[in-house]
Nanobody
Framework: QVQLVESGGGLVQAGGSLRLSCAAS???????????MAWFRQAPGNEREFVAR????????YYANSVKGRFTIFRDNAKNTVYLQMDSLKPEDTAVYYC???????????????WGQGTQVTVSS
């Protein structure tokens, strides 16, 4: 089993920045370097949408067009943590952000096996 815990959400003005963290733990996590790690988000009334992903062992970063050039996904192996640096935030970025882990590198939420509880990001205009 893998446990994921997000943190770092909050309220920020448009144009500001936030950094989300996703701490991963579990007996199987440290032994499977090929995990796909991703961030998704879900606004009220909307489906969960892909934001960014990478492979835990390195590389294979990919972003949704809506966040490309503004968001950066990266990981710290020593801390078993994946981050989402969000810059130039817009009101339309307001959503609950979820961290996910899975065995397949994908932009589809259904392919991810483990999910965090989510953290709220609110961007005011």
């Amino acid at each position: 089993q893998v446990q994921l815990v997000e943190s770092g959400g909050g309220l920020v003005q448009a144009g500001g920045s936030l950094r989300l963290s996703c701490a991963a733990s579990g007996r199987t996590f440290s032994s499977y370097a090929s995990y796909a790690m991703a961030w998704f988000r879900q606004a009220p009334g909307n489906e969960r949408e892909f934001v960014a992903r990478l492979r835990w062992s390195g590389g294979y970063t990919y972003y949704a067009n809506s966040v490309k050039g503004r968001f950066t996904i990266f990981r710290d192996n020593a801390k078993n943590t994946v981050y989402l640096q969000m810059d130039s935030l817009k009101p339309e970025d307001t959503a609950v952000y979820y961290c996910a882990a899975g065995y397949v590198l994908s932009e589809q939420p259904t392919t991810y096996n483990y999910w965090g509880q989510g953290t709220q990001v609110t961007v005011s205009s």
